[in-house]
């Protein structure tokens, strides 16, 4: 195990579940302890991200940017050392937003070792 | 044979395989077709075991519909957009709903959906009351075209049915001349989209069996349930996983039917005998697995129901092209893709087809994708000659042993179900998340080792244009107006006819009584969905979900 904490959460109400559980095992498979929250509400994230002392958040998206912008800009304020990556439809103008306020993205295509390459580099383990 | 197997690999030690797994032999010869499948080769199309296609003269006499998934915005937006799908070609309407909304029977002023705002009208209009509805249907053809009415996931299917019901009524046309389509789909429902809240399987159960009994009665046009193998397959389960899990999802709803002895088992059959299946890139594994879809009914009704009418026996078959492999790099790629996928299908002798969008991995679809979708079912049809003769794969050893093989292997994959305690306690138990799970797994290794290529994405990448459109954005006003109208149709609505409909209805959730015509009632006082939706949550509690989501 790595010891470091992931939390993983859905931004949408939409229930597609694949691409997190792909993930999830992905980063579980290297070592990581990832804490799957399913669909939750910003302030949701942000309590269960404090109460989880997690060293990342990876957030699902399945609907408008809006909303993980919300998100993001929620955990920013309450932990602004807390990084957050997230993957899910996220359409280019949607990722260019997202990419602004610092946040990683992996739309579909992406690979898993790119993805967990990504975790180790923001929990500080590479 | 044997020197055939040895050149299942390749030199670079390849195993050629189908999609689901099966070995594949680098030709076929008449003896690779098992004995017992060859003295079916001699039925036509039309004939028991209906493998060769569901009618004689296939598409010569009635050409696939083409049916595309649409909805977004406000009602008006998606009523505009299925009136452009028509003008382009589109021979039958799906009418989306909002997912927040519809699949949770929430109103856009549940805590959870306000969370979520930008979300609403995303992925289908914003319907709360007939009043909705009755806004996207505005000057439809209800009477001459087949509709989907929505209502995918199970306990939103009541309210999406008698809100379709209901205005077609309001508009005098008569119920039993209503053509079209229900879906309440438990793949989409317990396996592909599992929602925050659910009623139960064994009520969705008695829904479904409400819903059949229903339209046995007033509907005889209407397909009141349809399973989707095709959300089975986009959330993992292979092809002949599929086969079998829809068809262990049949025989719940049939012997369900038979327990309540309230309407012949013939008719039940007819009734959910309107199924769809996913269309992969598998081109001769997929237009098999039609042939076997058939088949498989064919027998599973003649052996369990002893139900030998052809017109209940052969199968009709909606396909929509994989979502899941419409990529998000090169995205015109899909184009190609879709056209692929669309072929299979028509190939395996489909009544009814669904192309995705090419925008498919990025947004819901644009305008031009949408018409796209329609344009690659038009040059199939008119273009390509492939509707002169039908099953044109039929006789060809290959097609013919993995159409046998693939029987075999989902009888199987049924008889697993069954063991699991029937199709119901497999998804409650989660054990067919397991198993797709496994499988999105295994594709995502075979990705990741190179065995599987994805063109544009894992191979022939683009790193300098990868992206040539920027995904479809919807409206920005559908929260707020859905609103709005949601308090205009409680202050305008007769409060104390739409409170007596509320009651009624709860009433009968708390009987056995069929729950349809007390939604009737509610849908024509103007109770809203989330008002509905209450009444599930007090009566019927939430399924225990198996998996994190």
Known sequence: MSGKRILMAKTGLD???????????????????????????????????????????????????????????????????????????????????LEALGVEVYPPGSQLPDIVGAARRLTGLD | MNDRAMNDKNSAGKTWTSASGIPLKPFYREDDVPAQHRERLAAGPGEPPFHRGAYPTGYRTKPWRIFQLSGFGKPEDENARIKFLLEQGETGFIMEHDRNTGDHCYNVDHPEVVARREDVGLTGAVMQSVRDIDICMKDLPIETSYAHAGGAVVQHAPFALAGYWTVAKRRGVALDRLPGTGQSDY?????????????????????????????DRHLPRWVPVSIAGYNAADTGLNAYQELGALFANAVEYLDE??????????????????????????????????????????QLLAERYAITDAKVANLRIHCVTAGSRMTYQQPLNNIVRGTVMALAGVLGGVQSLGVSGYDEALSIPSEHAHQMSVRIQQILQEETNVTAVTDPLGGSWYVEALTAELVEKAWGFFEEIQAQGGFLASLDSGWLHEKAAENQHREFMAQETGEQVIVGVTAHTDDASPY??????????????????????????????????????????????????????????????????DVWRDVFGDWATPIQT
């Open chain 1, 15 to 97: 229930g597609h579940w694949r691409g997190p559980t792909i993930v999830a095992r992905a980063l579980r498979d290297a070592g990581f302890e990832v804490i799957m929250i399913g669909m939750a509400r910003p302030e949701e994230v942000v309590q269960a991200s404090i109460d989880e002392d997690v060293d990342l958040v990876g957030l699902n998206i399945g609907g408008h940017v809006d909303v993980a912008v919300r998100a993001v800009n929620a955990l920013n304020d309450e932990r602004p050392d807390l990084p957050v990556f997230c993957g899910g439809v996220v359409p280019p103008h949607a990722k260019r937003r």
């Open chain 2, 187 to 215: 793949f989409l429902t317990y396996l592909g989209c599992v929602t925050k809240q659910q009623v139960p399987t064994d009520v969705g159960l008695r829904f479904n069996a409400d819903i059949m009994e229903f339209c």
């Open chain 2, 257 to 298: 039917i038979q327990r309540r002895g309230t309407m012949p088992i013939e008719r039940a059959a007819r009734g959910c005998g309107g199924v769809s299946f996913r269309m992969s890139m598998d081109l001769f594994e997929e237009a098999s697995k039609l042939r076997a879809a058939r088949l498989m009914w064919q």
């Open chain 2, 468 to 533: 040539e459109v920027d995904g479809f954005m919807g409206v920005d006003d559908a929260f707020d107006v859905a609103l709005e109208r949601l308090e205009e149709g409680r202050r305008t609505r007769h409060e104390a006819g739409a409170a007596d409909a509320l009651r009624q209805l709860e009433r009968v959730c708390r009987s056995s009584d069929n729950i349809m015509p007390a939604m009737m009632d509610a849908l024509e006082a103007e109770v809203t969905l989330g008002e509905i939706g």
